[in-house]
């Protein structure tokens, strides 16, 4: 029979519907004729060699072979980093100049490479930029939240396939985030404890949906997955702040996230995704009651007008039997 769960930390009710439940290799991105993808292409601009093709550059990560990872402001930024942020009332509207950030983090110098083929390293630099950018925008006074997210494949709206994420800092906290800290608050005061904390040890005590653990994080399956797949990575230690991470967790990051990657890619054959970074708002830092996090989305299903209707999810696959599925996704050697 179709269940309903309820999704402690986002407040979502999802409809598991069981009747209609795939097998988890169900999921997989049809296969098609593989296009050779080249390792350099003189049009993109975020090839190593076409540097002037960019925008400003914001920062940049180097080693012996010179840049590893760069940050540039976004040629059509949605929000623009000059001027103050002022609101204006006209009756019931409100609205706000656009001031912030959108910065596109290049990834890797290599036009063919993608996350889950990566080294460890390169995806631990990736991370190293992530944290840098994070804390030197999050002192802005203007900004009072910062989104780092990426975007793979068409579906989940990349515009070049060259691997590549980005950073949108708002001056306004989404609704979204502000829900989640309300409820964050809501479950401390009640029991004194973090929600975030809690979810990580009931889901090691019942293990039926990790994917994946080391020291430092634990990637699993929500018990209410809003979308096949729907994958969480938290860390261990309780911590607000995403630019609080450490350089040994950074490290253990970059291989937990690889992994998941890979097991995706060879799994559901390099499926299209969207991941994001869920922190604290700027104006916090430290909190008993929140922990960032990473929510990884599999584009493996389309919202349609039930999820647009009513505002919950119909999940077709058991979060149960998708970790389970991942979790026996053997990685190549040399994947």
Not at 40 to 68: H, Q, V
């Amino acid at each position: 029979m179709t269940e309903l769960r309820l999704n402690a930390i986002t407040r979502d009710w999802v409809i598991i519907a069981t009747e209609r439940a795939k097998r988890p290799h169900q999921f997989a991105k049809p296969h098609t004729e593989t296009v050779r993808i080249p390792s350099y292409s003189p049009t993109c601009p975020f090839c190593a060699g076409n540097e002037d093709f960019t925008e400003l550059e914001s920062y940049r990560l180097n080693d012996n072979r010179g840049w590893r990872v760069r940050a540039v402001y976004n040629k059509y930024p949605a929000l623009f980093p000059v001027g103050e942020a002022i609101r204006k009332v006209a009756g019931i509207n409100r609205s706000l100049s656009g001031v912030g950030f959108h910065e596109v983090i290049i990834e890797h110098p290599r036009h063919d490479l993608t996350t889950a083929l990566m080294e460890i390293e390169d995806v631990a630099n990736i991370i190293r930029v992530y944290r840098q950018r994070y804390a030197e925008i999050r002192h802005d006074p203007r900004i009072a939240t910062i989104i780092i997210f990426k975007n793979h494949g068409q579906s989940a709206g990349t515009s070049l396939e060259h691997p590549h994420s980005q950073l949108a800092a708002t001056p306004v906290v989404p609704y979204q985030l502000r829900i989640r800290l309300q409820e964050a608050i809501r479950y401390f005061d009640d029991t004194g404890e973090c929600i975030f904390c809690r979810t990580i040890k009931d889901e090691l005590a019942s293990r039926e949906r990790i994917i994946a653990e080391s020291e430092h994080f634990v990637a699993f399956i929500p018990y209410a997955a809003l979308s096949p797949f729907h994958t969480w990575i938290f860390p261990r230690r309780h911590t607000s702040c995403f630019d609080d991470i450490t350089d040994t967790e950074i490290e253990d990051l970059a291989k937990m996230l690889k992994t998941v990657l890979a097991k995706l890619y060879y799994g559901l054959n390099n499926p299209d995704y969207n991941y994001t970074i869920r922190s604290i708002p700027t104006a916090e830092e430290r909190t008993d009651y929140f922990h960032w996090y990473i929510a990884l989305i599999p584009r493996t299903n389309l919202t349609a007008g039930f999820e647009l209707g009513s505002g919950m999810y119909i999940n077709t696959a058991l979060p149960e039997e998708s970790a389970s599925f991942l979790r026996s996704v053997e990685i190549p050697a040399n994947g």
